[in-house]
């Protein structure tokens, strides 16, 4: 149907309310975080065992400790 090429994509989201901030007395510097994410594919089959495509991925956290940034952006290109 499509001659060989796909295509896919893809949208996540959290919203996180801290246990520590849920009272009003202490409401602080990370109340709460809305982090999100994106990826679209699309590929080519150039043969029944061969397949070329490519990836763009997006992620957006507020709360940073584990990715050292607030955006991170990847490009992939394969075959």
Same mark, same amino acid.
């Given at each position: ?8 994509? /893809? ?5 996180? %309310?801290? *246990? /520590?901030?849920t =009272?009003? $007395? ?8 809305? =982090?999100?994410?994106m990826v679209v ?11 070329v ?5 997006? +992620?957006? /956290? %507020?709360h940073v400790?584990?990715?050292? $940034?607030?955006? %991170?952006?990847? +490009?992939? *290109?394969?075959?």
């Amino acid at each position: 149907m499509f001659g060989g090429a796909n295509l896919s994509a /893809a949208f996540v989201g959290q919203y996180c %309310q801290h *246990a /520590a901030f849920t =009272d009003d $007395t202490n409401r602080g510097s990370f109340p709460s975080d809305n =982090d999100y994410g994106m990826v679209v594919q699309g590929g080519y089959l150039l043969s029944e065992k061969l397949e070329v495509f490519g990836r763009w991925e997006y +992620i957006n /956290a %507020q709360h940073v400790a584990y990715l050292g $940034t607030d955006q %991170q952006w990847n +490009i992939r *290109a394969q075959l």
